[in-house]
């Protein structure tokens, strides 16, 4: 196969910011691997990704599991880097905290094993959440902000388990790198918006669609929220990569929205979705919530690209083209 750039590994590739990154990555000339959790019911469909432009000369999709972090070996093996965005998903609570948690620690801490004894792997990209600094802080913070786990484990709101599990397990990850000398940084997102190239709508586009019309989803009804477009979360993942010297975690939020403002920009831009106006004192613009502060990721030299109506306006488009409700 041709190697452009290099060749890199994106674990959890066939979800809505992976796949996404496997496209970035093939469009900017790298050759990637990527990681699908076997199923031993039925093969997963991953038509999206192999029809990406270069996908076949340049992606190779291998089977991998978290739960055997020995089988990521073979996806590593060969890259100059690896973009861990792979993560235990359960905000249904079908399991107890404490075993996502350590599938999700100790998978990690696996993949980032191999990354260091492929002695190829010069960074590894960790995806970590707003849910890692969201919880138990308030308003805005930076990179010095950690969800407070004992908060979170006491007061169980929506999520939590999956917040535990991102916190710990991002902590884990700077960590390891700090001891064992791997050069690890992580990107924070808060809601990841936009189009999406899987085949179901993905949660974060759900969880922000929720937020705009202000309906009452799985995380109640939002006064405020920070998102960010889904192709500025590909490219923040490229661009940290490709940085000469990047240090720690790096927030990557664009956009701190009230519901107040996206209601008048949906009255405004879609009046077809009849949306009632926020009328309510108590939605103002100084709503209050934990907001994501990027300054570190900007400063850097990373350039956000999508505002938030660009990212709306591509998010109701991809739903429409795929025939997915919006509302």
């Known amino acids: 196969m041709e190697e452009r750039k290099g060749r890199v ?183 990841v918006f936009g189009p999406f190239i899987c085949p179901n709508l993905p949660n974060s586009v759900r969880a922000s669609l929720d937020f705009v019309f202000g309906v009452k989803g799985q995380f109640g009804v939002l006064l405020r929220t920070d998102v960010v477009h889904v192709d500025d979360v590909a490219r923040a993942h490229i661009f940290l990569l490709e940085h000469p010297n990047p240090k720690g975690r790096y927030n990557c939020s664009q956009s701190s929205v009230t519901l107040k403002r996206t209601s008048e920009i949906v009255s405004a831009k879609y009046p077809e979705f009849h949306l009632k106006a926020v009328d309510s004192p108590k939605h103002n613009e100084d709503a209050e919530g934990p907001h994501l502060k990027s300054k570190k990721l900007i400063d850097a030299g990373f350039e956000f690209k999508y505002g938030f109506e660009e990212t709306l306006d591509d998010a109701i488009r991809c739903c429409k083209a795929q025939r997915i409700p919006v509302m």
């Not at 709101?157 to 917040?163: C, E, L, Q, R």
């Open 9 to 191: 590994c994106v674990t959890g590739g066939t979800g809505f910011i992976g796949s996404w990154i496997v496209k970035r990555l093939l469009q900017d000339g790298y050759s990637v691997n990527t990681t699908v959790r076997p199923n031993s019911e039925r093969k997963k469909d991953v038509s999206y990704l192999t029809s990406l432009p270069g996908a076949s000369e340049r992606l190779q999709i291998l089977g991998a599991d978290l739960r055997n972090p020995e089988s990521f070996n073979a996806a590593i093996e060969g890259c100059i880097g690896v973009f861990h965005v792979a993560t235990p998903m359960d905000f249904e609570l079908k399991e107890p905290e404490e075993v996502v948690t350590k599938r999700s620690i100790d998978g990690t801490l696996g993949i980032l094993k191999a990354c260091l004894n492929s002695k190829t792997v010069k960074r590894v990209v960790y995806t970590s959440s707003a849910s890692a600094v969201n919880y138990g802080t308030g308003g805005m913070v930076d990179e010095s902000s950690w969800s407070d786990v004992d908060y979170l484990r006491a007061s169980k709101p929506f999520g939590w388990s999956y917040a535990v599990s991102k916190t710990l397990t991002e902590k884990a990850v700077l960590e390891f790198g700090e001891q064992n000398g791997l050069d690890v940084v992580t990107l924070i997102p808060p809601f």
